[in-house]
């Protein structure tokens, strides 16, 4: 038996997702996307969820990308864009949540080759894990000015059961790390899983008077829908096997394509 608040708060993220998908068929069009890397497998066949992809079809993605005249933003001239809202199409900004090894090792030289500028959201307890992005490699990747490294929280928890003073020790812990290891400027922030099942009003308040430039989730859209969302719990795109072949196939994408599941 599922406990009714658990039952309410999933409605409330079925509600929000129903609102996200008509704000993206009707609203979406020529508007700035954000795009949400995780890892990188070998082969297809080891991809098994949608937050996986082979660097093969991420490099295909960035080359389209490119030969199509999008524009890649620097996470400073995403947040020029969204506190204007002078929206331009054709232009995306690329992120990396919780930073995998391959992050460096197959997608960092594609990139560099493309100039392509990327946000690496770091969460301090996954570096030197296995699989995960080594100190070293972490370091020469904030060094490159291609890169902006951002906060994801200090272990990769669910937020929204946090009291005030632990989201500021996930926050502000991992924070202060990466500005004192790696002596950069870390102010932009995505939540850990970043879906209304996992992040509350409360955390999002609390993330808006925290001093951070602007705050992801994983939640599907464009930038546009920031009217609606705020500078605080900006929509993604998941990048995927099946985004990145109708994406580069010029097939009309669904709001389920897009979806991290
Ligand atoms: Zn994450």
């Given at each position: 038996m ?59 993605l960035?080359r ?20 204007s ?6 232009c995306?900004?690329?992120?990396f ?6 992050v ?17 959201f770091?969460?301090k ?15 020469e ?26 989201m500021d ?48 989730s ?5 930038v ?16 995927s096997?099946t ?19």
């Open positions: 599922i406990p009714v608040k658990l039952r309410l708060i999933r409605e409330h993220n079925r509600i929000y997702k129903c609102w996200m998908r008509m704000l993206w068929r009707w609203y979406g069009k020529d508007a700035p996307i954000v795009l949400m890397v995780h890892g990188f497998k070998p082969t297809k066949e080891e991809c098994k969820s949608a937050f996986e992809m082979t660097a093969a079809s991420f490099e295909r960035m389209h990308l490119t030969d199509q005249g999008w524009r890649a933003l620097t996470n400073n001239e995403l947040h020029e864009m969204v506190e809202r002078s929206w331009q199409n054709k995306f900004h690329l992120t949540d919780d930073i995998y090894d391959t460096y090792t197959e997608a960092f030289p594609i990139l560099k080759a493309l100039q392509i500028p990327f946000t690496a770091v969460t307890e996954l570096v030197d894990k296995p699989n995960y992005i080594t100190s070293e490699h972490l370091k990747l904030s060094y490159d000015p291609l890169c902006t490294i951002g906060v994801h929280g200090l272990q990769h928890k669910v937020f929204r059961n946090f009291t005030p003073e632990e020790e996930q926050c502000f812990g991992d924070r202060e790390w990466l500005e004192q290891q790696f002596g950069v400027k870390a102010d932009t922030f995505a939540f850990p899983y970043g879906r209304i099942v996992e992040v509350s009003n409360a955390n999002r308040r609390q993330i808006k008077q925290s001093g951070f430039s602007m705050a992801f994983a939640l599907e859209g464009t546009r829908a920031s009217w609606f969302t705020g500078k605080w719990f900006l929509p993604r795109v998941n990048v096997e985004f990145v072949d109708k994406f580069t196939s010029g097939k009309r994408l669904k709001y389920k394509d897009c979806e991290g599941r």
